[in-house]
């Protein structure tokens, strides 16, 4: 279930004490056009001006409780009144920034589980259409299949077709909102295929071979782009830390330093390389290709 950060209220409650902040909602939709589209694409039922409504409610609680603790604190500390003010709403800008753009974030979790499962639907769908089954008990089958995102995608089509929609146009309602663009690009020849009375086998195989390919395109890339990371994660990690601790060794006999020093600057090293440790995986799992499985 969607949910925004940094809310402490259950979405139902959010949402119905917000709706007295709908226009100041209305009011800075226009500050976001993308907005719109990315919730749309994370299939969040909210409107613009209802989820920066929401936005702006929880915002406000945070300022408050927030910003009471940090004035109770620096007071006690005889701490000047308006920089915790200030802080405060510095803190409370970043959460909405946060807040803003975490439809995207949703979005791309839901592109990279849809082009993970999409090759295997596709190969489903394959030995199903050279078995002779039905394009509408194909799509019922990757419904109830364990591919994630796909199948729901699919379950929501299958719904529409029971409803009374065509197939062809349902399909291609599916791929016009969808966020993933291997995806679109998938249905759109399936759709083509569907219109022009092509054999489906040949249409499907088609796309497998363009997704295998396009599959081993993204490896390389990949590839590519590990080296540069392997060389800054040598110097960051093993090289500076080695040359630092051969420095300071040197330098300890010159220069008196007191054990409590000594301790400080070889824990401030072990910080930093788990600190880079945790950016260089970080930074691997973040650029690996979409269309690769687990």
Same mark, same amino acid.
Do not use: C, H, T
């Given at each position: 279930?969607? %949910?925004?950060?940094?809310? +402490? +209220?259950?979405? =139902?409650? +959010? =949402?119905s004490a917000s709706?007295?902040? +709908?226009?100041?909602?209305?009011?800075?939709q226009g500050f976001f056009p993308f907005l719109k589209l990315h919730l749309k694409q994370a299939q969040v039922d909210f409107s613009v001006k209802e989820y920066l409504s929401m936005c702006f409610l929880t915002d406000l609680i945070f300022f408050v409780f927030f910003g009471s603790f940090f004035v109770l604190v620096l007071s006690s500390m005889d701490k000047s009144f308006l920089f915790g003010i200030i802080a405060t709403i510095l803190i409370t800008s970043f959460v909405f920034l946060q807040q803003i753009v975490y439809p995207n974030v949703v979005v791309g979790r839901r592109i990279r589980d849809i082009e993970k499962n999409l090759l295997p639907a596709l190969q489903n769908i394959l030995v199903q259409l050279n078995s002779g089954v039905p394009l509408f008990n194909m799509l019922v089958s990757i419904s109830e299949g364990s591919y994630g995102e796909v199948s729901k995608e699919f379950s929501k089509a299958? %719904? &529409?077709?029971?409803?009374? &929609?065509p197939q062809i146009v349902t399909l291609e309602d599916m791929a016009a909102i969808n966020p993933s663009l291997f995806f679109r690009r998938a249905i759109w020849?399936?759709? &083509?295929?569907? %219109?022009s009375g092509s054999d489906m086998s040949n249409v499907v195989n088609e796309i497998i071979n363009l997704l295998a390919e396009e599959q081993i395109l993204e490896i390389q890339r990949y590839g590519s782009q590990l080296n540069p990371l392997a060389m800054f994660y040598m110097l960051v990690v093993v090289i500076g830390p080695s040359l630092g601790m051969t420095l300071l060794i040197v330098l300890s006999s010159f220069i008196s330093l007191s054990e409590t020093s000594t301790k400080l600057i070889f824990w401030s090293l072990y910080g930093i390389v788990i600190f880079f440790q945790i950016m260089f995986m970080g930074a691997i799992k973040s650029k690996r290709p979409n269309l690769l499985s687990d």
């Open positions: 279930m969607f %949910k925004i950060p940094y809310s +402490l +209220l259950p979405m =139902r409650v +959010l =949402r709706s007295i902040f +709908l226009g100041i909602g209305e009011f800075f299958v %719904k &529409n077709i029971n409803a009374g &929609n020849q399936l759709v &083509n295929g569907m %219109k």
